[in-house]
T-cell receptor
């Protein structure tokens, strides 16, 4: 079964609204989680590294004020797309490493459609 | 900087035929390499990984990959493709506490 879970799996929202996506590690604690986005017919691009108890680290070109990341606990990281616009429509995937083994697990992904 | 190249964007094979998906990487040290599969609208599933040791790695669903340091390659193979293997395949570099860099992906189409 899944060890990293994302919610919601898909969401449709109006332009200008904010959307929150959750990423949970189900049976292990993750001090670090990663957020990726995937445009249609393209690869996954790392957006940011989420760090429990501290600020996220964003990749170059990613607007930190638009993509708010909160890693409030050792099992939960959230990505909030603020004031979403149609160009934010994408597939967002999180991942978390299991510290004991270093293995990286991916969530199922969340498809965001902004109308 | 690390990078991953998947030269083939799209590959079509007949069911039962053999398959090889190419992956080349650029990394300054010993790489951690992965192959993931993504079905339409789904998340990523790990097929196999290479950290160290035996350069021929066995994965799930009958896939294997061979790490060749001299060629900076980590090609994915399967001796006999099934229709259910149709999906997109991503080669990736890094992992764990490292950032994962993905290739652009190879879309596999399987024809009867």
């Amino acid at each position: 079964g899944a060890v990293v879970s994302q919610h919601p799996s898909w969401v449709i929202c109006k332009s200008g609204t904010s959307v929150k996506i959750e990423c949970r590690s189900l049976d292990f604690q993750a001090t670090t989680m990663f957020w990726y986005r995937q445009f249609p017919k393209q690869s996954l691009m790392l957006m940011a590294t989420s760090n429990e108890g501290s600020k996220a680290t964003y990749e170059q070109g990613v607007e930190k004020d638009k993509f708010l990341i909160n890693h409030a606990s050792l099992t939960l990281s959230t990505l909030t797309v603020t004031s979403a616009h149609p160009e934010d429509s994408s597939f967002y995937i999180c991942s978390a490493p299991r510290e004991a083994t270093g293995e990286l697990f991916f969530g199922e992904g969340s498809r965001l459609t902004v109308l | 900087a690390q990078s991953v190249t998947q030269p083939d964007i799209h590959i079509t094979v007949s069911e039962g035929a053999s398959l090889e998906l190419r992956c080349n990487y650029s990394y300054g040290a010993t790489p951690y390499l992965f192959w993931y599969v993504q079905s339409p609208g789904q998340g990523l599933q790990l097929l196999l990984k290479y950290f160290s040791g035996d350069t021929l790695v066995q994965g799930i669903k009958g896939f294997e990959a061979e790490f060749k340091r001299s060629q900076s390659s980590f090609n994915l193979r399967k001796p006999s493709v099934h229709w259910s293997d149709a999906a997109e395949y991503f080669c990736a570099l890094g992992g764990g506490y490292q950032k994962v860099t993905f290739g652009i992906g190879t879309k596999l189409q399987v024809i009867p």
